[in-house]
């Protein structure tokens, strides 16, 4: 499967954004699908992910109540709603895709989109 996200951009504190990754190739339906992002200097951390059937599977304690992880396999897309944006939220955001494997383990994910950039200015 392939992935591309989109929707990143420069956001003020508070202010929201929705994240898109569109899939082709394999049967997108079939994967698990995640959301992980990574700052400048930083290690890739993970931020949200979903089952197959569309059960949440959880989110970093970071974005709890904040971010909410959805997908709508007739578009075979995925999205990422980010409500409350911090400064810390910054990042490069990436989806992620898998059929099998710990959802927060990045080496889990086998298909990777290329990143969005998030910016939140103060």
């Known amino acids: 499967v392939q992935l591309q996200a989109s929707g990143g951009g420069l956001v003020q504190t508070g202010d929201f954004r929705r994240l898109s990754c569109s899939a082709s190739g394999r049967a997108f339906r079939n994967y698990s699908v995640g959301w992980f992002r990574q700052a400048p200097g930083k290690e890739r951390e993970f931020v949200a992910a979903m089952r197959y059937s569309g059960e949440t599977i959880g989110y970093a304690d970071s974005v709890k109540g904040r971010f909410a992880i959805s997908r709508d396999n007739t578009k075979n897309t995925m999205y990422l709603q980010m409500d409350s944006l911090k400064p810390e939220d910054a990042a490069v955001y990436y989806c992620?895709?898998?059929?099998?494997?710990?959802?927060?383990?990045?080496?889990?994910?086998?298909?990777w989109g290329q990143g969005t950039q998030v910016t939140v200015s103060s």
């Open positions: 992620a895709a898998q059929l099998a494997g710990s959802p927060e383990v990045v080496g889990h994910w086998g298909y």
